[in-house]
């Protein structure tokens, strides 16, 4: 700090950051203590420009969204400046980019950000949250630092030093290393660009925990608005779960230091109403509702953070030169998301099983839940092809079945190695040889990958690829599954007032009016039918908080921690009169398929499979 001041004192000071054009990095200075109109001010100085001019880009898309969301649309007022302060000509060439001219004298740039959390009701397509910024000043600010800082043409592999400014009763969860003792100022340095995008800092007032799980120390912090949520609240479900998943990758991940950033959205217009998680090598931002209970928070993240957690396997360990030398705004796709995200939502299966978390039953419904839906996908189209342009039309609506198929290409693959293999070798060991040959910098080439896979392993997996996965042939589970001893069953499970399994609503809106109503064409289920409310009835209050098409997705959201027994009180219109109906809740039952080991003459390899 004491060095940084007395530079100040010597050179020419330039919205916070001191020009000494010696080449060598890229400063960014972020000021998050004069927000206006909940605007953030950047101010860039780059290392010397030898060219005539040089274009400035803010990523198009980013690793892990797989869609287009032009972060450029939340930078407003961008000037380019020479060291005496003078402007230098800008233009647009598109949402995404500024072409500065004169560049040769270029000093610094200064621009102003908007957050995405604000519009994303307004958006048709709005940027997935936890890909998404937040400026809230004085409360939180959530930089995923693409949002805030963009590239200078052909300088990707230029390093980054980002200094922040922030009130002191902020504090940055972040698992980058802030190398500035000051309480209000951090300090952070990365070797690229594409490094820095992967590391997102969350400020708010403190609320985190700590704990090392096998060498690797982790954080969890967590922004509750209303303070509901702590972070130690949440914290013994994801230790347990994190530790877990260290002990079942072994000596496969040498991380250091792991981040896991928790905004929870209030869910109201100008806040977060995108939830899940996004991955990065040494950090996981996740984004959810506030409302939901805490017990059932700490059970989705167990899921959640447990497979962006994977992602330091593949595409950390494991990855393509798209992924590599990804390119921000003219990106490449690489034909493998079976593996990056298949394999990775596999593993976030597969460990609780083999750390006993969960039983087979358990591991045997979820993937029955897979196969269910990953028929509403096409099941003909080749996953390479889906993932080689999952960023154009006609294939990015097929992109969340690399959750559902992409998990069942891995388990797949899994059940045909142990098959090869006399249950010695799995998924798991198949990760870590790869890890092994390429690592976190040396990338694979795209067209390559299922050769060198086949070469390490057997001509079964190279059949497997090519009929399955870049062939356009439906997988017969049912075979594969027959290979472990395991076959077809049924089962029941506790559903959801408002969702046929999770997916098809009991409810419907009435648009003239906003109101809900329980659908005619269905028989009420149990909780429906428990407290005598019938076809067409509509729904106006739920415990007394009224409920319309404006809040919908609270209601859904709440109904998921809703347990049997538990009192409630409804507020309906039946045959236009109102009443309170009163009762007992009584979640309904619904039997699905599932899977069962059967075939005694294959437990052991079974377990090889699922244990091993």
């Not at 538990?566 to 309906?572: G, N, P, R, T």
Request: aromatic share 10%; charged share 25%.
């Amino acid at each position: 700090m004491n060095k940084f001041i007395c530079t100040l004192a010597l050179s020419l000071t330039l919205g916070g950051l001191t020009y000494a054009q010696k080449g060598g990095d890229i400063k960014v200075a972020i000021d998050l203590t004069n927000v206006k109109d909940d605007k953030v001010q950047v101010t860039v100085i780059p290392d010397p420009v030898k060219t005539a001019t040089v274009t400035y880009f803010i990523p198009k898309t980013v690793p892990g969204t797989y869609s287009a969301d032009n972060y450029g649309t939340f930078i407003e007022g961008l000037k380019a400046y020479d060291k005496k302060g003078k402007e230098l000509t800008v233009t647009q060439p598109d949402v995404n980019s500024w072409k500065i001219e004169d560049a040769k004298k270029l000093a610094k740039i200064t621009y102003l950000v908007n957050d995405s959390y604000d519009n994303e009701k307004e958006k048709e397509d709005p940027i997935f949250s936890p890909a998404g910024t937040n400026i809230d000043a004085g409360k939180n600010f959530m930089l995923n630092t693409h949002g805030f800082v963009g590239y200078f043409e052909g300088k990707t592999e230029t390093p980054y030093t980002v200094t922040v400014t922030h009130p002191a009763e902020l504090w940055g969860a972040t698992s980058m290393t802030d190398s500035n003792a000051s309480n209000t100022v951090d300090e952070f340095k990365t070797s690229r660009y594409h490094e820095l995008t992967e590391f997102p800092v969350m400020y708010s007032k403190p609320d985190y925990t700590t704990f090392t799980a096998d060498g690797m120390e982790i954080i969890i912090a967590v922004y509750s608005p209303t303070g509901k949520v702590k972070a130690a609240d949440v914290t013994p479900m994801l230790e347990k779960t994190m530790r877990a998943q260290k002990k079942f990758l072994g000596p496969i991940n040498s991380n250091k230091k792991y981040a896991v950033l928790i905004y929870l959205s209030e869910m109201g217009d100008n806040d977060a109403n995108g939830f899940g998680a996004l991955e990065h090598p040494t950090c996981t931002t996740v984004v959810m509702p506030e409302i939901m209970d805490i017990e059932e928070l700490a059970e989705n993240f167990k899921d959640i953070v447990s497979h962006e957690f994977f992602h330091i396997v593949t595409p950390l360990s494991v990855h393509s030169k798209e992924i590599q030398y990804f390119d921000f705004n003219n990106p490449k796709m690489s034909e493998h998301l079976w593996m990056y995200e298949g394999i990775t939502e596999y593993f976030a299966n597969l460990f609780q099983i083999n750390q006993g978390l969960i039983d087979e039953e358990a591991f045997y419904n979820r993937m029955a839940e897979k196969i269910a839906h990953s028929r509403k996908y096409n099941d003909t189209m080749p996953f390479t092809v889906m993932s080689k342009n999952v960023l154009e039309a006609g294939y990015k609506d097929q992109y969340n079945n690399v959750y559902e198929k992409g998990a069942l290409i891995a388990m797949c693959l899994d059940i045909t190695l142990r098959e090869q293999s006399n249950g010695k070798r799995g998924i798991l060991s198949l990760m870590s040889e790869l890890s092994k040959t390429y690592g976190n910098n040396k990338p694979f080439n795209d067209s390559e990958l299922f050769d060198k896979i086949t070469s390490i392993t057997y001509p079964a997996v190279g059949e497997f690829f090519k009929t399955y996965v870049s062939g356009n042939t439906p997988i017969p589970y049912e075979q594969f599954f027959a290979k472990m001893g395991v076959t077809e069953a049924k089962t029941s499970k506790t559903g959801n007032p408002f969702l046929i399994n999770m997916q098809e609503p009991t409810i419907t809106v009435d648009r003239a009016t906003k109101t809900i109503l329980l659908r005619p064409d269905l028989e009420p289920n149990a909780f429906f039918k428990t407290l005598g409310i019938q076809k067409n009835d509509a729904l106006l209050e739920i415990n007394g908080t009224a409920y319309n098409l404006d809040n919908i997705y609270d209601l859904i959201t709440l109904s998921i921690g809703w347990k049997g027994g538990e009192d409630i009180s409804v507020k309906i219109k039946h045959d236009g009169k109102e009443q309170v109906v009163k009762g007992k809740i009584v979640l309904p039952s619904e039997e699905v398929n599932t899977w069962k080991g059967t075939d005694a003459s294959k437990t052991e390899l079974r377990n090889a499979w699922l244990k091993g």
